[in-house]
């Protein structure tokens, strides 16, 4: 299963990035093996003891090496998943940020989205392909040796682990792989890749309660009562699914919303004056232009402040004349400017980097003044 983030400062990237101890690196980002896989590593080893027991018994207390180092198998099988994952993501153009692994298995996260429904279908799909290739070559060794011993055991269970990781992974819905493979189906379909994750989305929520009901009424179907232990785990299964469905669906409303924003929604429209005009003079050029903000431009045209309008209303009308406009105005760093043609992500990214450098920025459009954006409106447009 894959995870994406959006992009952010190298700072926010540490402060974000998943707990745990980073045991190696590939396709540039770090191997992470997340606390919470020792319990994972626990409990699964305590629930393979079992099976090795019964196939040899001669090896008393061994038989919980041998079941730990299925689950060293199992994970690296989990590795080898993510790390399709990545290396195909990066072949693309889609930098991975980390590669971990958890309680359930494994994540790979990324700082962007992917940059087209194809590159999104084939990245998620190459994860469980690589693990339906490693149980035929489970298989085959199993086949090979076929000596009924532990070590036939170990490459049978890997068999059988890789095939259902891949074949459970390639169910369409949210969180899993099949879903980001509808996801792409429906954006590549409609061009609209956040109605392609809410029908992604949804299906996970479906398949979530599937298992919850497989673990539930196929026992009865059968005239028998549901093993305790089948639910539960179902409902744990469940619940994880449902919750990243879940997530998915809130990310694409807010990707919704995100793709709905323009420069209308969120900026001021405005002019540009020279510095040495009047405040009076840069009144009538907003008034005839149907502006509502001013910006002040330095001798070489850089926006380098704006009109604060409270205090532009507080100078008599009679000395606006000779007030100059910089008298009522409010610098404006280098550079807290944005491209007056973008619109959706790449226009909430643009302002985003430039409010590093003020709370008000100017946008232009090949040099000309066009509007003027506040952080606080483009804030209240994404809450919206």
Same mark, same amino acid.
């Given at each position: ?8 400062t190298?700072?926010?990237?540490r402060a974000?990035?998943?707990?745990g ?13 997340a606390p #919470? ?6 409990? +699964? ?8 027991? @019964? !196939? ?6 061994l ?5 730990l *180092?299925?689950?060293?198998l +199992? ?21 991975p ?12 996260s ?5 940059? #087209? =429904?194809?590159t999104?279908?084939?990245?998620? &799909? &190459? ?6 290739v ?9 086949? $090979?040796?076929?000596?009924?011993g /532990? ?8 068999a ?12 369409p ?11 792409? =189906?429906?954006?590549g ?16 929520r479906?398949?979530?309660?599937g ?8 026992p ?11 639910v539960?785990w179902? $409902? ?8 990243? @469905? ?6 694409a !409303?807010?990707?919704?919303t995100?793709?709905a ?6 900026g001021?429209?405005?002019v ?7 405040? *009076?003079? @840069?009144? =009538?050029? @907003?008034s ?16 380098? $402040? ?8 507080? /100078?008599?009308?009679?000395? =606006?004349?000779t ?12 550079g807290?400017?944005v ?5 959706g992500?790449?226009? &909430?990214?643009?302002?985003g980097?430039?409010s590093?450098?003020?709370?008000v &920025?100017?946008?232009?459009?090949d040099? !000309? ?5 506040r952080?606080s ?5 994404? !809450?919206?």
């Amino acid at each position: 299963m894959t995870a994406t983030r959006p992009p952010s400062t190298p700072e926010r990237d540490r402060a974000r990035r998943s707990q745990g101890w980073v045991i190696g690196h590939a396709a540039g980002a770090p191997i992470v093996l997340a606390p #919470s896989w020792l319990l994972a590593a626990v409990v +699964l080893t305590l629930l393979f003891a079992p099976t090795v027991r @019964a !196939r040899a018994e001669h090896l008393g207390a061994l038989v919980y090496v041998v079941a730990l *180092a299925f689950v060293v198998l +199992l994970f690296a099988s989990v590795l080898v998943h993510e790390l399709a994952h990545g290396l195909v993501a990066r072949a693309r153009g889609q930098q991975p940020q980390e590669f971990v692994l958890t309680l359930w298995g494994g994540h790979t996260s990324f700082g962007a989205g992917a940059p #087209s =429904a194809g590159t999104n279908a084939l990245v998620a &799909v &190459v994860g469980p392909l690589a693990n339906l290739v490693l149980c035929g070559v489970f298989l085959v060794l199993a086949r $090979a040796l076929d000596d009924g011993g /532990v070590v036939g055991l170990l490459l049978y269970s890997g068999a059988v682990a890789n095939g259902f990781v891949g074949l459970f992974n390639l169910v369409p819905g949210l969180p899993l792989d099949g879903g980001r493979v509808l996801e792409a =189906a429906v954006w590549g379909a409609t061009g609209v890749r956040h109605r392609g994750t809410i029908v992604a989305a949804w299906a996970g929520r479906v398949v979530a309660v599937g298992v919850v009901a497989w673990a539930l009424l196929l026992p009865l179907s059968r005239g028998l009562q549901p093993s305790l232990f089948n639910v539960v785990w179902a $409902a744990v299964i469940g619940a994880f699914l449902w919750s990243g @469905a879940s997530q998915a669906l809130r990310g694409a !409303r807010t990707q919704r919303t995100v793709d709905a924003i323009t420069l209308a929604t969120i900026g001021r429209r405005a002019v540009g004056v020279a510095h040495t005009d009047s405040l *009076a003079h @840069a009144g =009538a050029v @907003a008034s005839a232009a149907g502006a509502a903000e001013v910006v002040v431009l330095a001798p070489d045209g850089r926006p380098a $402040a704006y009109v604060d309008r409270q205090a532009a209303a507080s /100078v008599p009308p009679e000395a =606006a004349g000779t007030t100059p406009v910089t008298a009522t105005s409010i610098p404006l760093p280098v550079g807290a400017v944005v491209d007056g043609r973008l619109a959706g992500g790449p226009l &909430v990214a643009a302002v985003g980097q430039a409010s590093r450098l003020s709370p008000v &920025v100017v946008a232009t459009v090949d040099g !000309r003044v066009v509007a003027l954006v506040r952080t606080s409106d483009v804030v209240a447009a994404l !809450r919206s």
